[in-house]
């Protein structure tokens, strides 16, 4: 079978710096679509004549039309597209499911040349795609930015390579250490570590991730709403782990308002909006909670629970990345927070607030 990662050459003088141009047009497109494409891919096209752009779309919304739909019907001058290049940051799709095929699309336009980002990794489309095109006489060439179209969609990529969500750790703690004064109950108000800027960011995360997960303490201790207020996007699926079923039901997390999953070891009865999920609570808990997200299409979840949480990912080794905050203070005793035994990635100063980034 052919290698569908060769970067042939196509047809015309086009170099390499040209089509890394329009696929870095491509990438700026899809990100356009972050928060409200999951669990779909973000992806973005171009369509270029005589070294113009002549249409530009992206996927908008999950369930909706695809990049290259809204790019070609963007188009003015439809004659055009017989002599076009299409530019698209991932392989279009060759299958039947909210939306007809892309490929099938692009061949009936009479577009003779497509340049694509990265292979699709959904065994649906995976190679299929670019296959369809080629049958068709359409020349191809794939590859263009790939580590950037990839490291894009993270969260599909390792959604559909591994089975499972995409896991994200944030937390924010004192410069010694802490995470929290020690509390008992909600009437205690938790430390206010992040600053105004900071709590934007976190925000931002909540709404570039489908879920978001806590334990059953930090929702006994805060009575979190686990929204997206400070920021643009959808609010996340909010998971709560309560093995004893403990929260009380007139708190925020159990409200309806907003899709709910809460992982117990209990028989409860799901309610509107609100699905309670029985699991063993063993040593391969983590495992399977992240088993279960992956069955109810959920391709990416944020952990921004207590210790006890998000230590249990961290022994588990069920993380990708991870966000921490460390703000100037000083308390001198209280939650220990997390302590990951590597180097960030990256640093930045937000106000006096070290904000690392890590990777697994």
């Excluded at 700026?28 to 409200?36: D, F, M, S, T």
């Excluded at 892309?102 to 795609?129: F, M, Y």
Aim: charged letters at 25%; one cysteine or more; aromatic letters at 6%.
């Amino acid at each position: 079978m052919e290698d569908l990662n060769i970067h042939t050459t196509l047809s015309g003088t086009l170099s390499l710096e040209v089509r890394e141009l329009y696929m870095h047009r491509c990438l700026q497109l899809a990100e356009l679509g972050v928060g409200y494409v999951a669990p779909n891919p973000m992806v973005g096209a171009v369509l270029v004549c005589n070294d113009k752009i002549i249409g530009e779309g992206y996927h908008h919304r999950y369930g909706e039309a695809h990049a290259e739909p809204n790019a070609i019907n963007s188009v003015k001058e439809v004659e055009l597209l017989g002599q076009s290049t299409l530019y698209v940051s991932l392989e279009p799709c060759s299958h039947y499911g909210k939306t007809p095929p892309c490929a099938d699309l692009i061949v009936s336009s009479g577009i003779p040349r497509v340049v694509i980002g990265t292979l699709d990794p959904n065994p649906k489309v995976a190679g299929k795609g670019v296959a369809k095109l080629r049958n068709a006489g359409v020349e191809v060439i794939v590859g263009v930015l790939e580590e950037e179209c990839r490291e894009l969609n993270k969260r599909f990529f390792i959604f559909q390579e591994q089975r499972r969500p995409y896991v994200l750790l944030k937390w924010a703690q004192t410069r010694d250490g802490f995470m929290d004064r020690v509390r008992t109950d909600v009437s205690e108000p938790p430390l206010q570590i992040s600053n105004n800027i900071t709590r934007q960011l976190t925000h931002k995360m909540r709404a570039e991730n489908q879920s978001i997960l806590v334990g059953a303490n930090t929702v006994l201790l805060d009575n979190p709403s686990l929204t997206v207020r400070n920021w643009s996007g959808r609010s996340p699926v909010r998971i709560a782990i309560d093995r004893q079923r403990r929260i009380p039901d007139n708190f925020n997390l159990l409200d309806g308002s907003l899709q709910t999953i809460v992982f117990t070891e209990k028989d409860v009865e799901n309610r509107p909006r609100i699905e309670f999920v029985k699991i063993n609570f063993d040593s391969n808990s983590v495992e399977t909670i992240l088993t279960e997200l992956y069955k109810r299409n959920i391709h990416s979840v944020l952990v921004e629970g207590g210790p006890t949480i998000l230590n249990s990912f961290i022994d588990a080794g069920c993380w990708d990345e991870a966000n921490i905050e460390i703000a100037p203070v000083r308390i001198n005793e209280g939650v220990a927070a997390p302590f990951l035994q590597l180097q960030p990635v990256t640093y930045q100063n937000i106000e006096g607030h070290d904000w690392l980034f890590y990777k697994k």
